[in-house]
């Protein structure tokens, strides 16, 4: 009889064993401890018992009994895996569900974040487990504000664009709260707006091809800004970064802050927005706050400075969508400034990126038709410019039908100033023949007589 027990017992210890090691397999059980020392504590044979014991009986949901093998392991083999933490939360969070009686709960919500402070000591993944012990104290003790604020801030400082959107959700909620309690300055709210928005748009775009992870970051995202919909006014923010502004100017970080903020909520038009990025954009002259002062000079009807930004924009501009699109506006203003050879001098520049960019010819088919009362040494009144101006229309429906409807309203139109037949009779001029239009476009054309 004893031998047969010995038997049964070893077997059920292999049997244990075997249990443990496929039971520790599961997502959030790949890091190996921290600390070191035996995995399975000083008693390794009645560790790993109790241990496979509270899983058979985790895995049946009967927590009463899965419990006090859990309590064992998690005193005497901290190291023996990462699940005795996940598995304990889960546990412990159900009893205070459970529990009726005041005193035993705040007991059990105690333990609960023992709990997880043990996993970050033995186990580390600090952020990410104080996201969750956060997420926890809040559902258990939501006017632990301070405390709160504290465990979400250190776990999104850890965790950054890695932080999982229920934190930034209740970090938030937890900053305001600090600001209404009077424990921290109103401006705060805005820079972590700031902080968080960065974080969200991160994920927004790593996880776009993913519908379902796509739509909770969209969530995310509205509930943020619905949180800081009251603080969001252009005067508040105004007000509370133009202190800072006037006081610090030269700080690169705040002038980021301030645009990125003003420019996200709408607040474009406020002068402390044109301030600040003028200022960044002369401590970090780029291509983009180049091309953001060329538009906001351009709004306030400052063509020469308008121009000068957009210049600069262009050439510092590394990809060619976003050089074309700052040369095409660049030309538009040359062009509201009547200095028409370098709006078509700039034109050509985006035909030489890409030669199939309709707009541009039809910029320069613009230029021409807008320069008859300019050119009138032609004999014909200034009318030979618009055999030139329609051959750049007809040019960009050619290489682009994006512009065919314009382009062809615009034939159209100035076709109808071409030169009577009997003005190109009296000037022994045949239709069909070369012409070279003179003053500033000095460019070969076809000689055509109106209809």
């Not at 093998?69 to 990462?82: R, Y």
């Not at 209404?180 to 820079?191: A, P, Q, R, S, W």
């Not at 690169?252 to 003028?278: P, S, Y």
């Not at 035909?351 to 039809?362: R, V």
């Amino acid at each position: 009889m004893k031998t047969n027990f010995k038997i049964f017992f070893l077997f059920l210890m292999i049997s244990l064993i075997s249990s443990v090691s496929v039971n520790a397999q599961v997502d959030e059980d790949s890091e190996t401890p921290t600390i070191s020392g035996p995995k399975y504590g000083a008693d390794s044979v009645n560790c790993v018992m109790h241990l496979s014991l509270y899983r058979e009986f985790y895995k049946q949901k009967n927590f009463k009994d899965a419990y006090p093998h859990w309590k064992w392991v998690f005193v005497n083999g901290p190291l023996a895996s990462q699940n005795t933490y996940i598995d304990g939360i889960k546990m412990i969070s159900s009893k205070i569900d459970e529990t009726k009686d005041p005193a035993l709960r705040e007991k059990l919500i105690d333990t609960l974040m023992v709990v997880y402070d043990q996993r970050i000591k033995y186990f580390n993944r600090e952020g990410y487990v104080l996201g969750r012990k956060g997420i926890d104290l809040y559902t258990y003790r939501p006017d632990k504000t301070e405390q709160l604020y504290h465990l979400f801030k250190k776990s999104v400082d850890l965790s950054g664009n890695k932080s999982e959107g229920a934190v930034l959700v209740y970090y938030f909620r937890a900053v305001i709260g600090m600001v209404e309690m009077g424990k921290l300055e109103k401006d705060v709210i805005v820079d972590n707006y700031d902080k968080l928005s960065e974080i969200i748009d991160h994920n927004l775009k790593a996880n776009a091809a993913k519908p379902k992870a796509l739509a909770n970051w969209e969530n995310i995202s509205g509930n943020i800004e619905s949180t800081f919909e009251p603080f969001a006014t252009c005067p508040d923010l105004v007000s509370m970064y133009s202190k800072k502004f006037a006081s610090t100017p030269g700080d690169v970080e705040l002038l980021k802050k301030i645009t990125n903020i003003l420019e996200r909520k709408g607040c474009v038009k406020e002068d402390l927005f044109f301030q600040a990025t003028e200022q960044l954009h002369k401590l970090e002259p780029g291509a983009q706050s180049a091309y953001l002062m060329g538009t906001l000079n351009l709004e306030r009807n400052q063509l020469g400075k308008a121009a000068e930004y957009m210049s600069q924009a262009a050439e510092l501009y590394d990809n060619n969508s976003d050089k074309i699109k700052a040369l095409n506006i660049l030309a538009n203003i040359n062009f509201n400034q009547r200095n028409y050879q370098l709006a078509r001098s700039n034109a050509y520049k985006i035909l030489q990126i890409d030669p199939n960019y309709g707009k541009a010819y039809i910029l320069i088919g613009d230029l021409y038709s807008s320069s008859a009362s300019m050119c009138t040494e032609d004999d014909l009144g200034g009318k030979s410019v618009f055999w030139a101006a329609v051959d750049k229309y007809a040019k960009a429906r050619s290489v682009d039908s994006s512009v065919e409807s314009d382009a062809n309203s615009k034939i159209a139109q100035f076709s109808r100033f071409f030169p009577a037949a009997s003005d190109l009779f009296f000037r022994d001029m045949q239709e069909g023949s070369s012409f070279t239009v003179g003053c500033w476009i000095n460019e070969a054309t076809t000689v055509r007589a109106a209809k």
